[in-house]
């Protein structure tokens, strides 16, 4: 077909070049003669052609005037001759004087004659034309010619454009047609007549050989397409194909459907005596052709057995979708509603679920096999306006009524015509009237069982379906409650072992914060939905005004995350009197982390993982030391509203660690905000953790807050909907203590100077308004600086500083720490800090890089 088509195109085209080519020979040789006669008229009919003809010398005086008019005009050549036709000019002079070489009598005559001769110039044309004198008599003859080959007719200035256009053609046609060959091979998937031919019978065959009646409806309404099973079915007539449908003598029902225009799925129907199971497509969808496809299927016989499989499958699906919906939870009272709402109104129309105090508390079901008492904890149903007792009404169970007898006996019951039967209505007479009389007929009983243990129990209710209850009613109600059950008990172990866990958490974390000057606190502690974890934080008074801050995250929930947490914390507070460096009180953790380890591997009690931060605030310096174990850096807010993440030397998570931890310092400005953390405020499954940190700058920008607010603003912004971590936050605003509560003095190592820093002293605490002060801190001072001349090195240094407490604090290089000791009756001395240990509420010795402190404090009040 391609090839045929392109044949076709290229015989059009050189057709058309031929046409043209011969109008154009023609077109020549008329223009030619045109030109041959208008060119000899008007050389004839110029001034003075006449008169030199007479004249004694025509050719001396008409040869130049040929030759320009020959030139001129553009013609082959242009002679005069006499009447006798002897030339007298001619473009060679040579053959001027002799015979002309053509027809000239008729125009002796005074005719016009043109004709076609060759010549040694080649094809040409030639017209002769008389020359009038006077009285109007023919005195001479021009004749002018022209070859055709000279003329350029319009046709052949044509045939170029003609010729292109043919090929503009020929490549369009060919493109056209190779682009519906492969849209018909896309379309036919590359099938050949052939092929096509074979797949046509055989999806004819199939078509009348399938059991189930097929129609194509045509978008008018008219019948395209049936099978034979289509007429069987429906009785269709011969000629039904083609006719309307309206016109085919069907039943309504399926007449309505093929007209109807829209989709049908399994739709049953009567034609006949049959019954038939109706699917109808569309298909105008996506481009197709307007109109419908129809399917029939026979489903008379499968009716019966249809029914009790559709029953069957209901209960299955009811099942199913119990196992799903009930126990999403670990909550007691929605695990109950779960099981009343999905019963109706597949099953029935109204279910309550009455559970024993102590299960919906989470504690153990009263032993034994009766309830005396029960709470609602579930009601259900279609409408609301239905008579049965509220949620969280306590109900008292009689004895002597069927209910008290089914949670005796633990069996089930049904009662399938509540009117007639009576023991039911001791439990309740005055709301058993009211029940009836709104139209509740059957009911169904199931107590609720877990491990041996008396729940509850669950009724079903039916008053808007007519059927009753029957056995195999009862044994589906038994399955469903045998489940909800099982996730009741669940969801009650659950909530007993969560409050104890809250309840341990709690009272592991800190209560109150301790009372300090150098920082203003904020905190917020929020536990995960799953359960409690092993996040905590905690803020440690230290000697010197300082504050230490902590937070960690123990691995994993409950109890022993809490339990773990708690020891680490504990041990925090027992490190952190000696006074010890972040760096070294880590790696003393850290080894007690090991021996716990240790000391319960095999039991699956031993720590799996913990981080930790410890941060020490120096208020006088306004330093601040840190060391971390795993944990997420601190956020550092400046007074200016910048927040930074500082870089720290994070060591390994505490037990892990194989290296000595190291410790960062920052000088960090008055009015600045410290914000510790863990990471389940800015990580969660679908938050990464870096996402999480710029989340987490952005709440803490902008301007100056207080810690309290922090906390709030934090939380509303990084709060997940549905938290599964611990969140521990920890916001703490700096203070400085002024210039004038501090005072410090360099001591030489002299006893003599022992005296002049009393002296100075006891000057600054008259300025203070501490007169009554003055008599111990030089006591104190006294044997402190003695003490550090004596077994100490220089430079020694003495400092005051007037916070909650006075703190006195003498410093050397020296790393020997003196010892309180009880000095005998004979012994010269040792009653030195005796006495300072009396007269001190503290004191104590820490070490510094260069040296150490010891220190006491003094209460103001």
Excluded at 17 to 29: D, G
Excluded at 693 to 715: F, I, K, M, N, Y
């Amino acid at each position: 077909m391609f090839a045929l088509q392109v044949f076709v195109v290229v015989l059009l085209v050189i057709a058309a070049a031929l046409a043209l080519v011969v109008q154009s020979r023609n077109n020549a040789t008329d223009e030619a003669r045109n030109r041959s006669v208008a060119v000899a008229q008007t050389f004839a009919n110029s001034p003075g052609v006449a008169a030199a003809l007479v004249g004694p010398d025509p050719t001396a005086v008409l040869q130049p005037s040929a030759e320009a008019a020959r030139t001129a005009s553009d013609v082959s050549f242009i002679v005069v001759l006499n009447l006798s036709g002897v030339r007298y000019t001619h473009p060679n002079p040579n053959l001027i004087g002799g015979m002309f070489n053509g027809t000239f009598e008729p125009a002796v005559h005074g005719q016009v004659v043109t004709e076609k001769v060759n010549d040694s110039l080649g094809p040409l044309i030639q017209a002769v034309v008389p020359v009038y004198g006077q009285n109007h008599t023919v005195v001479g003859l021009v004749s002018a010619g022209i070859t055709i080959a000279s003329v350029s007719s319009a046709s052949e200035r044509q045939l170029p454009l003609v010729l292109a256009a043919a090929v503009v053609t020929v490549g369009l046609a060919t493109c056209g047609t190779a682009l519906i060959s492969r849209r018909l091979r896309r379309q036919t998937h590359g099938l050949g007549p052939a092929e096509m031919t074979r797949m046509y019978e055989h999806h004819a065959a199939v078509l009348h050989a399938v059991r189930e009646g097929v129609l194509i409806v045509g978008g008018d309404g008219r019948l395209l397409l049936c099978n034979d099973e289509a007429r069987r079915l429906l009785d269709l007539p011969p000629d039904a194909e083609g006719r309307p449908v309206t016109e085919l003598g069907l039943d309504r029902a399926p007449e309505e459907l093929l007209t109807a225009n829209r989709p049908v799925s399994d739709e049953v129907v009567l034609a006949g005596e049959r019954l038939l199971a109706v699917n109808i497509r569309l298909t105008d969808r996506d481009g197709g052709p307007p109109g419908c496809v129809a399917t029939l299927r026979d489903s008379t016989e499968l009716l019966a057995l249809s029914g009790r499989a559709d029953v069957a499958q209901q209960r299955l699906r009811l099942l199913y979708d119990a196992g799903v919906a009930v126990g999403s939870s670990l909550d007691v009272t929605r695990t109950a509603e779960e099981l009343a709402q999905v019963a109706v109104p597949r099953f029935a129309d109204f279910v309550t679920v009455d559970l024993a105090e102590q299960v919906l508390e989470g504690e153990e079901p009263p032993p034994g096999p009766a309830l005396g008492r029960m709470r609602r904890a579930a009601l259900s149903g279609v409408r609301d306006d239905a008579p049965f007792y509220p949620v969280g009404t306590v109900l008292n169970v009689v004895p002597s009524a069927p209910l008290a007898g089914a949670l005796n006996s633990g069996l089930p019951g049904v009662e399938p015509r509540l009117a007639e039967a009576h023991e039911w209505r001791e439990q309740d007479p005055e709301r058993s009237a009211q029940v009836l009389a709104y139209g509740v007929h059957s009911l169904v009983r199931v107590p609720l069982r877990a491990r041996g243990a008396l729940l509850g129990v669950a009724r079903f209710w039916r008053a808007d379906r007519t059927e009753p209850f029957e056995e195999d009613d009862l044994a589906l109600a038994e399955e469903l409650v045998a489940h909800a059950a099982v996730c009741i008990d669940n969801a009650r172990r659950y909530t007993r072992e969560h409050a104890m866990a809250v309840t341990l958490q709690h009272s592991l974390l800190p209560r109150t914060l301790p009372d300090q000057n150098a920082l203003e606190i904020a905190h917020r502690y929020l536990p995960a939905q799953a359960g409690v974890g092993g996040d905590w934080f905690d803020v440690i008074p230290l000697p010197g005004a300082r504050v230490a801050l902590v937070v960690g995250d123990v691995v994993g929930h409950g109890l022993h995350a809490a339990a773990t947490m708690g020891r680490l914390r504990t041990a925090i507070h027992n490190f952190s009197t000696l006074d010890l460096p972040p760096d070294e009180l880590l790696g003393h953790l850290d080894d007690l982390v090991n021996r716990i380890d240790q000391e319960e591997s095999g039991t699956g009690a031993a720590v799996t993982g913990a981080t930790c931060l410890y941060a020490i605030y120096d208020p006088v310096s306004r330093r601040c030391t840190l060391a971390s174990a795993g944990h997420l850096p601190p956020a550092l807010v400046g007074p200016d509203g910048r927040v930074d993440f500082p870089e720290l030397s994070t060591g390994p998570p505490l037990g892990l660690a194989s290296m000595p931890f190291e410790t960062t310092q920052l000088e960090v400005a008055e009015g600045s905000r410290l914000v510790l953390y863990t990471d389940g405020l800015v990580e969660d499954r679908e938050r990464d953790i870096d996402v999480g940190l710029e989340l987490l700058r952005t709440a803490l920008s902008g301007p100056d807050r207080t810690p309290e607010q922090t906390c709030a603003d934090v939380l509303q912004t990084m709060l997940p909907a549905h938290p599964q971590d611990d969140i521990a936050l920890l916001v703490a605003r700096t203070r400085v203590l002024a210039p004038d509560q501090v005072a410090e003095w360099e001591v030489p190592s002299d006893p003599a100077a022992v005296g002049e820093v009393r002296a100075a002293v006891a000057e600054r605490l008259t300025g203070w308004g501490l007169e009554e002060a003055a008599f111990v801190t030089e006591l104190i001072l006294s044997e402190l600086v003695t003490n550090a001349i004596r077994y100490g090195t220089g430079p020694i240094r003495v400092r005051l500083l007037r916070d909650r407490a006075l703190i006195c604090e003498v410093s050397d290089t020296s790393n020997t720490s003196p010892h309180l000791k009880y000095a005998a009756t004979t012994d010269e001395g040792g009653r030195g800090l005796f006495l300072v240990a009396q007269f001190a509420d503290r004191w104590g010795t820490r070490y510094t890089g260069t040296g150490k402190v010891i220190w006491t404090e003094q209460p103001l009040e």
